[in-house]
T-cell receptor
Framework: EPEVTQTPSHQVTQMGQEVILRCVPISNHLYFYWYRQILGQKVEFLVSFYNNEISEKSEIFDDQFSVERPDGSNFTLKIRSTKLEDSAMYFC??????????????FGPGTRLTVL | GESVGLHLPTLSVQEGDNSIINCAYSNSASDYFIWYKQESGKGPQFIIDIRSNMDKRQGQRVTVLLNKTVKHLSLQIAATQPGDSAVYFCAENNDWGGKLIFGQGTELSVKP
């Protein structure tokens, strides 16, 4: 069964460093998302992406964050200068159609980001 | 403001019993609701969804009930098994961008 994959599973970085989290969405999906989950808290929406541009972003997704689909298979989240409060699980998700309207979002296993 | 919340943070049931996990939402404009299961160290796994034009939907061993009058959503798991032990999140969508708003989560523990 097709699934969303994410690398790395765990990333440790120093405060102020740049990190890139990578995702390979399900191959025929067209809509891509990033969410994060701080330990013990609920999953929070960061950004949605369609047709090579951001569709929607949350207040969390400030100028330190960016997303890119560099090729036909990868979808990346970059944090330019990490802060301690960026420590969380980051989940990538994808859907074929627009989630809620025509289709369901499927989530990857997550990348645990630890900022020291 | 928008919020989706769960009534109970933990639920413990005996193997074989039925489980009911509840969720309250505050945005009456929400028109799509999903239940996800999250096992430790893994991403949310889709269980079942329901649209606002329905009040009940059944899957394999799971049923979702939607009461729009009181803005309440529930997940019923029949014959709960140890493999059902996980955190269960409800999520809602109320816009055209696909953004999901998640609730706090309920941890289901199944005793053998």
């Amino acid at each position: 069964e097709p699934e969303v994959t994410q690398t790395p599973s765990h990333q440790v970085t120093q405060m102020g460093q740049e990190v890139i989290l990578r995702c390979v969405p399900i191959s025929n999906h067209l809509y891509f998302y990033w969410y994060r989950q701080i330990l013990g808290q609920k999953v929070e929406f960061l950004v949605s992406f369609y047709n090579n541009e951001i569709s929607e972003k949350s207040e969390i997704f400030d100028d330190q964050f960016s997303v890119e689909r560099p090729d036909g298979s990868n979808f990346t989240l970059k944090i330019r200068s990490t802060k301690l409060e960026d420590s969380a699980m980051y989940f990538c998700a994808s859907s074929y159609g627009l989630a809620g309207i025509t289709d369901t979002q499927y989530f990857g296993p997550g990348t645990r980001l630890t900022v020291l | 403001g928008e919020s989706v919340g769960l009534h109970l943070p933990t639920l413990s049931v005996q193997e074989g019993d039925n489980s009911i996990i509840n969720c309250a939402y505050s945005n009456s404009a929400s028109d799509y609701f999903i239940w996800y299961k999250q096992e430790s160290g893994k991403g949310p796994q889709f269980i079942i969804d329901i649209r606002s034009n329905m009040d009940k939907r059944q899957g394999q061993r799971v049923t979702v009930l939607l009461n729009k009058t009181v803005k309440h959503l529930s997940l019923q798991i029949a014959a709960t098994q140890p493999g059902d032990s996980a955190v269960y999140f409800c999520a809602e969508n109320n816009d055209w961008g696909g953004k999901l708003i998640f609730g706090q989560g309920t941890e289901l523990s199944v005793k053998p």
